[in-house]
């Protein structure tokens, strides 16, 4: 039994006396919220191989159209947490997206900050603002708060990609949504600018506003040299010696949910 007590060993009048003024006593559950001597976490170490992950992504498009998904994505979910959170841990959520040729997942913006690495694949695009981002294995891209985005796909095959997101941090402290536009109208590559989907159809570029921070590509070459120079230092040449610092990060600082009104 709890030392503090159980909400069980107050009379039921009591309880109801409580419940009717919407109050709940702190002892009987303190310890649920403030463990004494260490935390107590949830999360399980899980592992998700990307050899068995890959077919059930690749049948995906067989289970659900993108007309309907919006999105072909499959969840890494940890099974110390509810499935239906969809948190790989207290703080991330970690997604395997799928894109095929010609299809497009519409402009929007959201309160999240997500993080996107190529696994599989090339001729790939994010485009934010109007700019156009292109993406291939081994880049990452990132797609900060507030930024109006949207992802489409030229070419022959697959595209995977990786998703990072902190949705469960904000979801949690209720500053989770999502704002959906139509397409922003920007060609990424052979066309797949125009391709339409679910009744989308191409419209006027979405209003510019003053960036406050940079949609930043890191191609995998260059972190890869910039790794190298780390390492074997001034046998690298010094044009492989690249920094990766977003410059707009300053500036991200001084942002605030207020961004996205």
Request: glycine share 10%; with cysteine.
């Amino acid at each position: 039994m709890n030392e503090l007590g159980r909400l069980e060993d107050l009379p039921a009048d009591d309880r109801a006396a409580l419940q009717a003024q919407n109050l709940v006593p702190l002892w009987p559950s303190l310890r649920s919220v403030l463990p004494p001597g260490q935390p107590q976490s949830r999360t399980c170490a899980t592992a998700w191989r990307y050899q068995a992950l890959r077919p059930l992504l690749l049948q995906a498009d067989a289970l659900t159209p993108i007309e309907k998904a919006g999105r072909r994505v499959l969840v890494r979910a940890n099974p110390g947490h509810r499935l239906d959170t969809m948190q790989a841990s207290a703080a991330l959520h970690l997604g395997m997206q799928l894109l095929r040729p010609g299809e497009w997942v519409p402009a929007h913006r959201h309160t999240p900050n997500a993080v996107r690495i190529i696994v599989e694949g090339s001729g790939t695009c994010t485009t934010a603002g109007g700019e156009k981002c292109p993406m291939s294995r081994g880049d990452l891209i990132l797609s900060p708060t507030g930024v109006r985005h949207e992802h489409g796909r030229d070419g022959s095959g697959p595209v995977v990609r990786f998703d990072v997101l902190d949705l469960p941090r904000v979801h949690d402290l209720e500053a989770s949504y999502v704002v959906e536009g139509v397409r922003q109208g920007v060609d990424c590559g052979r066309g797949c600018g125009a391709h339409v989907h679910g009744g989308i159809v191409p419209a006027p570029m979405f209003e510019r506003s003053a960036r406050t921070y940079t949609l930043l590509r890191h191609p995998r070459g260059q972190v890869r040299a910039a790794l190298l120079a780390l390492a074997c230092g001034p046998s690298v040449p010094e044009a492989a010696q690249v920094s990766d610092v977003n410059p707009g990060t300053a500036a991200t600082r001084r942002t605030s949910s207020a961004s996205m009104r």
